[in-house]
């Protein structure tokens, strides 16, 4: 899942054994999830948003296969079934 862990880490100063014992996980852990290596569970991905008081979604990209929803020019969304959802 794409993510701006790294940047919103590394404005903040913070190394990722730093982040890590913050929100009670391995360092190993905060690199795979900067790395896109694993996705963070929702119990995980709120501690960390907590911690650095912004949303999930200002973390985490929620698209999926790296399609950002807002990039269609008419703003429609998959929907599950193969139908079309327009916002």
Do not use: W
Request: include cysteine.
């Amino acid at each position: 899942m794409k993510n701006g862990l790294r940047e919103r880490r590394e404005t903040c100063g913070l190394s990722q054994a730093d982040l890590a014992a913050a929100v009670d996980v391995t360092r190993q852990t905060i690199n795979a999830i900067e790395r896109e290596r694993y996705d963070p569970s929702l119990e995980l991905a709120f501690a960390l948003a907590a911690h650095f008081d912004c949303r999930i979604e200002d973390l985490f990209d929620p698209a999926l296969n790296g399609d950002h929803p807002d990039s269609s020019t008419d703003d429609q969304r998959n929907c599950p079934g193969g139908g079309t959802e327009r916002t």
